[in-house]
């Protein structure tokens, strides 16, 4: 039997570890096509989404995506941030970084509150090495942030919302979209690669979701279910207001620039019918019970003013005008609509669902932007900035109004409500706020 000296066998172990190197990065990395050109055959769904958390392929399987990517940028293991004692409020809490923080979103789920950032922090308590990050914030229901998770991939956000999969999170950067399905806990992330797009939304579905990627005149489509694009399609572009899910058929309200469409499209993103309504800017839509036929609440603006219609979109059951306006805002919640028509001032109406007006309501001080509305017991809670501060104002079902500001701020805010809880996000300087209203 020959002898290997321990030259020799060290020499043909590194040989054998160069041969493996060179199969390893040279395989080739497929591409999906540009968004419009790919076909049954070629759409993402020909290959399972990447678990990012195993990228070399176990468990979930290995698809399309870069496995080089390194997905655990957090630098150290993260330490829950305890609240600040207040006052005045249930708990406070500053979250400072290193370049400021921008506020994407905030979503209150049963599990807690998750909160999206954009930051790219050396220093500060959301420290991510200077590299520009989408993170995700878990708040618990004292003010503590309980988990902090770095998405990696994209470093622009361009959508969220919770789905039946989990928390989803749609961010683009290096040429790609890329949606991120994350866990309750933010302990697991499942992401697949997807074409660029100028904007994304996500829509939970009775199972699954739909994801919607616009680029200029054109609307691509994607159907998730268990993390796996199941079937995919494309309508005219436009912006998609709402989506309502009938088992049988997906409903769709896309805003256009000279009016809106009603899309109606079939279990596998096919369209069959389309509605265009033409001169129209479409405020809120939502389906009511109804006999003999879906019915729906319209909230449009056109040239004679701002109108609430009871309609199927072949028939208008009835049609009342509000009123001129510069611009305008509605909401809904189930019991009645909240329309907010803007001019030299701002006048809040409540129209219950067979469309009579129960109060009307002159709101002292201007109505810059409104960030956030959530419905309560019948009434409304609006978030809102004067120009100057921020304000908290509370509806209730008969119209009366009580407000509260939270002084100056710069950039984005956010509101959400649990059971009552109401907590207020924005940012000031570097920092982001929370604050546990009650």
Not at 311 to 332: C, P
């Amino acid at each position: 039997m020959a002898k290997h000296t321990p030259k020799t066998i060290t020499v043909i172990l590194l040989l054998m570890i160069a041969a493996l190197s060179v199969l390893a990065v040279t395989l080739p990395q497929a591409e999906y096509p540009a968004v419009g050109e790919q076909t049954d055959s070629d759409l993402p769904t020909a290959e399972p989404p990447t678990d990012v958390q195993n990228p070399d392929g176990a468990g979930d399987g290995s698809g399309d995506v870069d496995t080089d990517v390194d997905t655990d940028i957090t630098p150290e293991p993260f330490t829950p941030i305890p609240p600040e004692p207040s006052a005045v409020y249930a708990y406070t809490q500053t979250l400072w970084a290193e370049g400021g923080v921008r506020l994407n979103a905030a979503i209150n789920t049963a599990n807690g509150q998750y909160v999206i950032i954009t930051h790219a922090g050396k220093e500060g308590a959301l420290n991510v090495l200077g590299e520009k990050t989408v993170s995700v914030l878990l708040l618990e229901t004292d003010g503590t942030v309980s988990a902090l998770r770095h998405l990696k991939g994209g470093d622009s956000y361009l959508n969220a919302r919770i789905t039946s999969e989990g928390l989803t999170v749609v961010t683009a950067g290096n040429g790609k979209s890329y949606v991120h399905i994350l866990s309750a806990e933010l302990n697991d992330e499942h992401a697949t690669e997807m074409p660029i797009c100028a904007a994304a939304q996500v829509y939970s579905l009775n199972e699954g979701f739909l994801l919607f990627l616009t680029n200029a005149d054109q609307t691509s489509a994607y159907k998730f279910n268990d993390g796996v694009i199941t079937a995919s399609g494309s309508i005219l572009g436009g912006t998609i207001a709402d989506v309502y899910d009938f088992i049988e058929y997906y409903l769709l309200a896309v805003k256009g620039i000279q009016g809106y469409s009603i899309v109606k499209l079939s279990p596998t993103l096919t369209p069959v019918t389309t509605i265009n309504i033409p001169e129209k800017e479409l405020l809120s839509i939502t389906p009511i019970p109804s006999e003999g036929g879906q019915k729906y609440l319209v909230v449009e603006r056109g040239a004679s003013g701002v109108e609430v219609i009871k309609t199927d979109f072949n028939t208008d059951f009835a049609r009342v005008g509000v009123g001129l306006a510069e611009s305008a805002e509605a909401y809904m919640n189930g019991e009645n609509i909240l329309l907010l028509l803007h001019a030299d001032s701002t006048r809040l109406y409540m129209v219950d669902y067979d469309l009579n007006f129960s109060s009307s309501t002159a709101l002292k001080g201007a109505v810059e932007r409104i960030f956030d509305c959530v419905s309560f017991d019948g009434g409304y809670k609006l978030l809102y900035t004067d120009g100057e501060k921020l304000n908290l104002l509370r509806i209730d079902r008969d119209g009366k109004t009580i407000s509260g500001n939270f002084g100056a701020f710069d950039g984005e805010a956010a509101l959400t409500d649990a059971n009552g809880r109401e907590t207020v996000f924005y940012t000031a300087g570097d920092s982001l706020k929370i604050i546990g209203v009650q």
